[in-house]
């Protein structure tokens, strides 16, 4: 499915995700990830995974902060979520849209605060074009979307809501998709229609994968 996507847009570089490994009371550690996703981040996540584990500790959970990246970057990185059963937790004041929700879907738990804003769009080349390449892609990602238990009413808000728009999902919306609402509403929920988000939009970033050999 990678090389279906990487095939399909050329995007430009961004940069990395901020990865860290914070160690909590009990000894565990959960990773925290914050800003653009790169294709590199799966590998960085899977080396503090790896980290933890050599020192004895059970990685809990990965905490979501990022308004997208890399669309390829971000598959890779939701596999590697799947494959170690890990919970996915995005909290007050952080969002996760764009490459960032297929992430998150992949949870084998899904924790949102309902002070937490998460949203899905279609997918855009570097310059922010749609094109027949780009519409094969958001349906390819649709359908990943899909195999991570996301319900069909969220997967057609993915399809039909432009690149530079996003669709925020309600706390119901969330739930429907098994997340698990934590905290009390600590602020209006972000708009359930597309539309622009405060600040830069993240675009679906959709590159050729690449071979990393560091983290």
Known sequence: MLGILGAAVAAGTVAAAELTGVRTEDNATIIALRGDIEEGDADGTEALIKTANDDGRLVMAIRL???????AGGIKLAELIRRAKLPTVVVSGARCASACFI????????????GAAIGVHGVSDRLGHQSAQTEAATLA?????????????????MIVTRPDAIAWLSPDD????????????????????ASKPAGPARRW???APHRADEP
Do not use: C, H, N, Y
Not at 65 to 71: H, K, V
Not at 174 to 191: H, K, N, W, Y
């Open 65 to 71: 902060d990022s308004p997208g990246g890399s669309l």
């Open 141 to 157: 990602m649709a359908r990943i979307a899909g195999l991570f238990g996301v319900p069909p009413r969220i997967v057609g808000r």
């Open 103 to 114: 992430v998150f879907a992949a949870g084998v738990e899904k924790f949102a605060s309902f």
């Open 174 to 193: 969330l739930r429907s998709m098994g997340a698990i609402m934590t905290d009390r509403v600590e602020q209006p929920a972000p708009p359930v229609s």
């Open 205 to 207: 970033l959709v590159r």
